[in-house]
C-alpha cells in the first residue's frame, strides 16, 4: 500500500475534519487522486479528485460547498480533504486512491468519519 490515510474522527454534525493522505509511490505524484467513501452497507463511492496540476475535479453534489480537495504544491506527496458543515450522512470509511477508481491501487485501511446528529 503506497498512500496512508489520516484525519477522522468523532465530531458532532455541523463539525469540521481535515483528513490527509499521505503517498509514497511516485504514480501518486504524477496522477490525479481521488476521495472516496464507503458507508455500512454501500458501495465505495467518489467524493472529490484532484488533477496534478491541482484542480479539483468531479466533486460529488453531496459534498459540493461543503469539502475541499487540495494537495500539496511542493511535491504533491499529500491530498487534502477538508470537510466543514458535517453531516451524519457523511459518516463512513473515508479512502485516497488514483481517479480514477478503475486505475486504482491496492486500498488502504482508510479512516473513519463519524458525525453524530
Known amino acids: 500500500v503506497q498512500q496512508v490515510e489520516s484525519g477522522g474522527g468523532l465530531v458532532q454534525a455541523g463539525g469540521s475534519l481535515r483528513l490527509s493522505c499521505t503517498t509514497s509511490g511516485s504514480i501518486f505524484h504524477t496522477s490525479a487522486i481521488g476521495w472516496y467513501r464507503q458507508a455500512p452497507g454501500k458501495q465505495r463511492e467518489l467524493v472529490a479528485a484532484?488533477?496534478?496540476?491541482?484542480?479539483?475535479?468531479?466533486v460529488a453534489n453531496s459534498v459540493k460547498g461543503r469539502f475541499t480537495i487540495s494537495r500539496h504544491n511542493a511535491d504533491n506527496t499529500v491530498v487534502y480533504l477538508e470537510m466543514n458543515s458535517l453531516k451524519p450522512e457523511d459518516t463512513a470509511v473515508y479512502f485516497c486512491?488514483?481517479?480514477?477508481?478503475?486505475?486504482?491501487?491496492?486500498w488502504g485501511q482508510g479512516t473513519q468519519v463519524t458525525v453524530s446528529s
Open positions: 486512491n488514483l481517479h480514477p477508481a478503475r486505475f486504482a491501487l491496492a
Open positions: 484532484i488533477t496534478t496540476g491541482g484542480r479539483p475535479t468531479d
